[in-house]
């Protein structure tokens, strides 16, 4: 019952509460205005939007290339596709989801790699990323060159972080579903979040990038967060199963360079945060047990290495803006 003693305190309350609220903001504005590179920064708390700025780049409502925050993108698309039965599930072999995409003159062996082993960047196969990615997308064909790189890993042993691994998952699925992963995108996640997703690069077959390039908006990204954050609904409608977020969401191998976990195309933290990260510091973030959804955008032309200014990132997120929670 609520009494006049207990309703008076609470009106005491209300002002400290409020000061607390406004110097943790100042402490998050002091904490962006040192880091040069970052573009925008939102934080969702449940139904609302707690903390925005653009204090450079375009701005909130402009299309930034997501990078390759598009592998997590592409991961949920996988979810999709089992939950319609269009791939029987993480277990299929690329062989027999997609065999078109397996040239004449692949590595023996690349048939057997699974959905799993892709979308949680453990085929096995020599990485395109990094020093190899320029000579990859030089190519001709980029499944191909990729498919035809030797193992330096058993498929489902280690990480091996490589743009290819889900640029071959990418191609799978427009195999298995007869449309483009463009249109997947559209239909299966820009439609009901209600969000823009503009054509992106593609390779030389015509297949769009799988993990890196996308584009959206820093709300289209936070809107994406918030998806992920409450089990795969958005305003309503279940846009991706639950089961295949409680998946997603689980870590199956780690980073040799972050530390951090990873499970079906998401980082995963020690102090709760699930990631979608790209190259120069775009994140798509979740911290569910305190119903946080975040999206940040960095200068997409500077790099941002963990024992650098994604390290950063990382002490923002686990410093200021869990305290917004």
């Known amino acids: 019952m609520l009494t006049r003693r207990t309703f008076s305190l609470s009106l005491l309350a209300m002002p400290a509460l409020a000061s607390r609220a406004a110097a943790q903001r100042a402490d998050l504005e002091t904490a962006i205005a040192g880091l040069d590179q970052l573009h925008s920064i939102q934080v969702r708390k449940g139904d609302e939007t707690v903390f925005a700025a653009a ?3 375009p701005g909130l409502d402009r299309i930034a290339n997501i990078k390759s925050c598009s592998k997590s993108i592409v991961a949920l698309l996988l979810g999709t596709a ?5 791939i029987d599930g993480v ?7 997609a065999p078109a995409i397996i040239p004449p003159d692949a590595t023996d062996g690349v048939a057997d790699i699974t959905m799993e082993d892709l979308v949680t960047l453990r085929a096995g196969l020599e990485r395109t990323s990094g020093p190899n990615y320029g000579a990859w997308i030089a190519s001709s064909n980029w499944l191909a060159d990729a498919l035809g790189r030797p193992f330096e890993a058993e498929p489902g042993g280690r990480m091996l972080y490589s743009t290819a691994s889900t640029h071959i998952l990418g191609a799978a699925l427009a195999e298995a579903t007869g449309e483009s992963l463009l249109a997947l995108a559209r239909t299966r996640l820009g439609a009901p979040l209600g969000i823009e997703i503009p054509p992106w690069q593609r390779d030389p077959q015509g297949y769009y990038m799988g993990g890196n390039q996308m584009g959206l908006t820093p709300h289209g990204m936070l809107r994406v967060a918030t998806m992920v954050r409450d089990g795969g609904r958005f305003e309503g409608s279940q846009v991706v199963s639950r089961d295949w977020i409680e998946r997603s969401l689980q870590s199956r191998t780690s980073s040799p360079w972050s530390g951090l976990g990873y499970g079906y195309g998401w980082f995963l933290s020690r102090s709760g945060f699930a990631l979608a990260r790209g190259y120069g510091g775009q994140i798509i973030a979740v911290h569910r047990a305190r119903d946080l959804a975040i999206a940040i955008t960095s200068d997409p032309n500077r790099p941002a290495r963990s024992e ?5 990132l990382m002490e923002l997120l686990e410093g200021p803006v869990l305290a917004l929670a």
Do not use: N, Q
């Open 55 to 57: 204090p450079r780049g």
């Open 82 to 86: 089992i939950e319609r039965g269009e």
């Open 91 to 97: 277990d299929a072999r690329l062989g027999d989801v």
């Open 308 to 312: 650098g200014y994604f390290g950063a």
